[in-house]
């Protein structure tokens, strides 16, 4: 079992000229085995953070909802029964976390809880988070396929980014894993140039027994196959409305998933690229609540103004017609602000409406690797990273 490592180079920032200084230092962790064993390394080496983190989230619960965390966890899991998908489809990623709870000794729920992200938004409806923005690249010419995303989360996780590095077994490649303490995924690319990046879309209808996203992005990740990829995101029950955008080997696809469809999305650009924000395109699968959300409607009867189709529009101008596009393109786009009060990259005002938590460009090359900043990419270098093999 490898020691917990740490960036050297910490991230000294200034998010305004009336804020202190904020230190940002990556956690780089790499954990052996599978299951149980897994989560146990896990829980055991970041124990003090799992801790740090419980007590944050706990915090901003009450904070937004003006009620005991605990009670609030409780009536959540009398709403959420995930347990059946997850024995189904990842059961190896159940006992993970058992493992994280026990080696961080925290209680199981309050751990699980961390790895329902998208499933607790979706249960108190919170809508102020989700900023993500994605961009797929497929390979063309002899130029590498690119996975990108801006990930963006609420306030209280900055300082908790972490890199986890899972080697390889028998059973499954080694990946590069962006994470924060106690969670399983956010998103992240294996070996074998399989990788993931997702987009909350709240819209969408939601399932309280389906697979939540944490475990989706994992499963995605753990397989070298594309039909065994393909075929499971489309046919699993989903928990929750999320847009995947899927890397395999060089190709990529979208899809928008809810609780009763799954809908490819193809902006059908002659450099085959796709982007994403967090609304839907094409799939009508809308909660009541949102129907004025239905990609189905006129123009005129959709909203025409809101901050993810801004951020849709700032990606769509910069991506869809490019034809020259890299890495570095990737970075610059990731790092627009073309919206002054709806940028793509957020800085953390701790204003209750989330911020970049880190921004990442996932190569799929002859020798994938990925390209990482902790916190908001205009505020923090790339940082590369490779396979073991590749190393």
């Excluded at 329902?116 to 010419?141: A, K, M, T």
């Excluded at 590498?144 to 028998?170: H, I, K, W």
């Excluded at 809810?258 to 699968?285: C, I, Q, R, W």
Aim: hydrophobic share 35%; net charge negative.
């Amino acid at each position: 079992m490898k020691k917990l490592t740490k960036l050297l180079a910490a991230v000294i920032l200034l998010t305004s000229c009336s804020q202190e200084p904020i230190i940002r230092e990556l956690k780089v962790v790499s954990f052996e085995g599978s299951g149980y064993e897994l989560g146990y390394q896990h829980g055991a080496q970041l124990k003090e953070e799992i801790g740090e983190i419980i007590k944050a989230w706990k915090t901003n619960v009450e904070n937004q909802l003006d009620e005991d965390a605990n009670i609030v966890i409780d009536k959540f899991f009398d709403y959420a029964d995930f347990n059946e998908s997850i024995m189904k489809w990842t059961p190896d990623l159940y006992e993970e976390i058992r493992g994280i709870a026990e080696g961080s000794g925290q209680r199981f729920n309050d751990v699980f809880v961390l790895n329902l992200l998208d499933e607790f938004w979706v249960y108190i409806d919170n809508e102020n988070n989700h900023h993500c923005s994605g961009i797929g690249v497929p390979s063309n010419n002899g130029n590498p396929g690119y996975l990108s995303q801006n990930m963006d989360l609420e306030n209280y996780t900055d300082g908790f980014q972490v890199l986890m590095r899972l080697n390889r077994t028998a059973n499954r490649p080694e990946q590069l894993i962006l994470t924060h303490p106690g969670l399983i995924a956010l998103n992240g690319l294996n070996e074998k140039g399989v990788g993931v990046c997702v987009n909350t879309i709240m819209q969408l209808r939601a399932s309280p027994s389906g697979l939540p996203v944490a475990f989706v992005v994992r499963r995605i990740i753990n397989s070298s196959e594309r039909e065994d990829v393909l075929n499971f995101v489309q046919n699993v029950n989903h928990a929750s409305g999320q847009n995947y955008i899927i890397g395999i080997k060089g190709e990529v696809f979208d899809y928008e998933a809810s609780a009763n469809k799954v809908a490819p999305f193809n902006p059908m650009n002659e450099n085959g690229t796709v982007y994403h924000t967090n609304h839907p395109l094409v799939n009508d699968d809308v909660k009541p609540s949102y129907e004025k959300y239905n990609p189905n409607l006129s123009e005129e009867s959709k909203p025409s103004k809101f901050n993810s189709l801004y951020r849709f529009e700032a990606l769509e101008k910069r991506i869809a017609t490019n034809t020259e596009l890299n890495e570095s393109i990737l970075m610059e786009t990731l790092k627009s602000k073309d919206s002054k009060y709806n940028p793509v990259c957020r800085t953390n005002r701790n204003n209750g409406y989330g911020f970049t938590f880190a921004s990442i460009v996932m190569a799929m090359s002859e020798q994938p690797y990925i390209k990482l900043t902790v916190g908001p990419p205009d505020e923090s270098e790339y940082k590369r990273f490779d396979f073991s093999g590749n190393d």
